[in-house]
Structure formats: C-alpha cells, structure tokens
C-alpha cells in the first residue's frame, strides 16, 4: 500500500513540476503605483487603487506589456461579487503571466486641500509568474447538454468532446448554495478522456442533482481541460480556482464557463 502511495504522488508531483518548468517566476521590489481619488472616493478605495496599479507596473516591469487593458479588467474584479466576471471573459487565454504575490513594503497618502483630492502611493515586493508559452490552438473541446434553467431537484448531465487527450475538473458554484467539485467526486474517479470522443457526464450510474432554497438562485459550472493530471486541493470559490487556473500554463489548459439557474416551483 505504501508504494502505491508513492506512486500516486510522484505521479501528481511531476505534473506540477512539469508544468512550473514551463514558466519562469520573476521576484521584483519597490514596484510603485499612484493613484488620486475626488472627494467621493474613501482613503481605502483610493490605496486599492494604487495598490492595483502597483500589480500594474510590476507586471510591465517584468516585461509583460501585452494586453494591458486586460489585466486592469482582472485587477477591477479583484472583489468577491465581481470574479464571476473573470469567468465570462477572454482573459484565460489572453494574458502573459500573472501577479501572484504581493507584499506592500510602504504607504504614503496625502490630502490636497485646494483641490479636495487625496492621492496614494503604494510600494511593493512582487512575484509575477511569466508565461513562456502562449495558448495551444489545436487544444479545444466542444460542450452540449447544459439547459438554461433546471428545475428543484432535476439532473444535470452533459457531453464533452475534447481535440487532444486530456484530464478534467468541473466546478459547480451556487450564489447562496454551498458550492463544490462536480468532477471527479467519490463516485467518479479521475480518468483520460480521449481525443475526438465524445464522453458523457455523469460517467457512472449517478445524477448530478440541481436545487436551490430560493426561487431562482444563478450557478456557474466551471470546466477546466488539462493535458497533465493536476489536482485541486483547494477551497471551491472563483477566487482560490483563479489562483490555481493561473499557476497553470495556457498551453497545458483549456477553461470553459457555463451559467444557468435553478428554479424551485
């Protein structure tokens, strides 16, 4: 039993390693960012934003200038009412690396009087993981079966056919429902799907059931292709998935956004 332990974890620990080697890690400090906020705007908002455009000019700094508008967009979602917008965007396979840690080293905020605004600056270390490789074109996977609306206690089930061999994880995220991982589960182990096929889900003889407490209550399923058999071990919400979606590099993944709602008659 022991060795087939070690199996399993050598296993996942070379498709992460794989997958680390892909990208490079850039460690940067005293990366600034400014911001000026009017009279409307509270001294917290305003070093949020500095603090936004620090992640900015760090990412400049490690010379990732590409669709800047991008990033400011992901950075505007950085609030938990806002991430679902991330998922309904292009920015998976668009961006060139990410900020994916932060540590603010000083704060300088100052009132202007004549003018009633107050301005910030922001100092940080940061760490910006940088992409070497740009999405795989040839990498795609066609998705039926998803209704816009379910009712109280009716199953969902749905088809996937991807273009190359691969592995996946699918989220369910409720607004007020607990949310969760849909696959794989205890009942579904995790398994290669195969090129050009086309594989039904549930995989076994189970229902995926949909319900809600409320009248009509929106979910999001998150579908997410993998080349490599890279584990989720953390919580189910959009911000620790976004996290590790972006540890993962764009030629190894493929994600995929559903939303529709439950209804309860």
Request: proline share 4%; hydrophobic share 40%; with cysteine.
């Amino acid at each position: 039993m022991a060795k087939i332990y070690i199996l399993i974890f050598a296993i996942i620990f070379s498709a992460i390693s794989l997958n680390a080697q892909k990208n490079k890690t850039i460690k940067l400090k005293d990366i600034k960012g400014t911001a000026i906020g009017g009279i409307i705007s509270s001294p917290a908002q305003v070093i949020n934003d500095a603090l936004k455009n620090a992640k900015l000019n760090a990412l400049m700094k490690a010379g990732i200038h590409e669709h800047i508008n991008i990033y400011q967009n992901l950075f505007k979602s950085e609030t938990p009412g806002e991430y679902e917008e991330v998922f309904t965007s292009n920015v998976f396979t668009n961006i060139k690396g990410v900020v994916t840690s932060v540590s603010i080293t000083d704060t300088i905020a100052s009132f202007d009087p004549k003018s009633y605004t107050l301005k910030a600056e922001v100092t940080i270390d940061a760490k910006v993981l940088k992409y070497d490789k740009e999405e795989d074109r040839t990498f795609d996977a066609w998705t039926e079966g998803i209704k816009s609306f379910y009712n109280n206690n009716e199953a969902l089930s749905l088809k996937i056919k991807p273009t190359k061999e691969c592995y996946v994880r699918m989220f369910l995220i409720a607004r007020q429902q607990e949310s969760y991982i849909l696959f794989p589960n205890k009942y579904e182990n995790d398994f290669k799907l195969t090129a050009n096929s086309q594989q039904i889900f549930p995989s076994t003889e189970i229902e995926y059931i949909m319900n809600t407490k409320i009248t009509q209550e929106p979910h999001r399923l998150i579908i997410v292709l993998l080349k490599e058999p890279i584990p989720y071990t953390g919580k189910v919400a959009y911000k620790p998935i976004l996290d590790w979606i972006f540890n993962i590099s764009p030629d190894q993944r493929v994600v995929k956004s559903i939303g529709f709602s439950v209804i309860k008659n």
